[in-house]
């Protein structure tokens, strides 16, 4: 158990719905990570958050937004959602600013599937 | 841009035997490496890491990766496989100058055979 926790494990929605998945860091840790992993893109970064802040940004797409909260925890928005947004959705997190070095631990993922 | 490369899908082992996947990367500097390992239905687990220093790493359930920076390589091996080391390896790369992002390989399949 990294101590990254995730809610909810499991998401079934529709076309064109919105939902937002939730991360925990574990405790201590002041980074957030946000990583798409699908079977044709493989495991994808999209957002990273520092206490508070946005950090560093990548592959996300205009449609999706996060944020991280006073307490750290962290929050992924999903919406007008697509067929091919079905995926598991890992938030990891990391002590830091997330310096290169800085080792990411992963929660257990959220599974998104989109009818 | 930073690019890792696992070239092979699935690695076949015995039980028993040494095991390697591999992994080559591109970094415009330094690169720092990480291999996580992927079991059914989990996340990722961190296995090791090469920041700097000496090139063979030593990470966790025994398995060490070596960096080669003339070959950009950093193979990750076991000196004797275990069944239940079947699982989904990932490489990941970070540029320094670029903190934030790790970027990962598509992953490779390992299973340990009886």
């Known amino acids: 158990d990294s101590g990254v926790t995730q809610t909810p494990k499991h998401l079934i929605t529709a076309t064109g719905q919105r939902v937002t998945l939730r991360c925990s860091p574990r405790s201590g840790d002041l980074s957030v990570y946000w990583y798409q992993q699908s079977l044709d893109q493989g495991l994808q970064f999209l957002i990273q958050?520092?206490?508070?802040?946005?950090?560093a940004k990548g592959n996300i797409l205009e449609r999706f937004s996060a944020q991280q909260f006073p307490d750290l925890h962290s929050e992924l928005n999903l919406s007008s959602l697509e067929l091919g947004d079905s995926a598991l959705y890992f938030c990891?997190?990391?002590?830091?600013?997330?310096?290169?070095?800085?080792?990411?631990?992963f929660g257990p993922g959220t599974r998104l599937l989109v009818l | 841009a930073q690019s890792v490369a696992q070239p092979e899908d699935q690695v076949n082992v015995a039980e028993g035997n040494p095991l390697t996947v591999k992994c080559t990367y591109s970094v415009s500097g330094n690169p720092y490496l990480f291999w996580y390992v992927q079991y059914p239905n989990r996340g990722l687990q961190f296995l090791l890491k090469y920041i700097t220093g000496d090139n063979l790493v030593k990470g966790s359930y025994g398995f060490e990766a070596e960096f080669n920076k003339s070959q950009t390589s950093f193979h990750l091996k076991k000196p004797s496989a275990l069944v239940s080391d079947s699982a989904l390896y990932f490489c990941?790369?970070?540029?320094?100058?670029?903190?934030?992002?790790?970027?990962f390989g598509d992953g490779t399949t390992l299973t340990v055979k009886p």
């Open positions: 990941a790369v970070r540029d320094p100058s670029n903190a934030g992002k790790s970027t």
């Open positions: 990891a997190s990391s002590v830091g600013g997330g310096s290169s070095q800085e080792t990411q631990y």
């Open positions: 958050y520092y206490n508070g802040e946005e950090r």
